[in-house]
Nanobody, 118 residues
Framework: QVQLAESGGGLVQAGGSLSLSCAASGRSFGDYEMGWFRQTPGNERELLARISGGGGWKNYADSVKGRFIIFRDNAKNTVSLQMNNLKLEDTAVYYC???????????WGQGTQVTVSS
C-alpha cells in the first residue's frame, strides 16, 4: 500500500504563492493517478487537481483552475501542487491521494495546513 506524506504548507499573504509536495512510498508510483484535495472544518474533502500516472493528463476544479498547477516526478515518487494568487478561501488542510477513476483509494497522509491571510 502506498504511504503518503504532505509538506510545504504554511502562512502566506493573499496573492502570494506556495508549493506543496507529497512524497509517496512504495513501488510503481508511476502507475497511479494522483490528486490533491483540501478540507476545511465541517466540510468534506474537495478534489482540486488530478494527474495521470505518466503526467500527461491533468484536470482541475473550477475553484483553482488557472491558479494551481499539479505536476509529478515519478523518479522521485513525488506529486506537487504549485499554488499561485492565493485567496483567503484557499485556507485549508491539503492532502494528496492515490486515485482510481477520480476517487481516492488507500490511506490518507497527515495533510499540510495552508493559511492565507489578508
Amino acid at each position: 500500500q502506498v504511504q503518503l506524506a504532505e509538506s510545504g504548507g504554511g502562512l502566506v499573504q493573499a496573492g502570494g504563492s506556495l508549493s506543496l509536495s507529497c512524497a509517496a512510498s512504495g513501488r510503481s508510483f508511476g502507475d497511479y493517478e494522483m490528486g490533491w484535495f483540501r478540507q476545511t472544518p465541517g466540510n468534506e474533502r474537495e478534489l482540486l487537481a488530478r494527474i495521470s500516472g505518466g503526467g500527461g493528463w491533468k484536470n482541475y476544479a473550477d475553484s483553482v483552475k488557472g491558479r494551481f498547477i499539479i505536476f509529478r516526478d515519478n523518479a522521485k515518487n513525488t506529486v506537487s501542487l504549485q499554488m499561485n494568487n492565493l485567496k483567503l478561501e484557499d485556507t485549508a488542510v491539503y492532502y494528496c491521494a492515490v486515485l482510481e477513476r477520480g476517487r481516492p483509494i488507500g490511506s490518507w497522509g497527515q495533510g499540510t495546513q495552508v493559511t492565507v491571510s489578508s
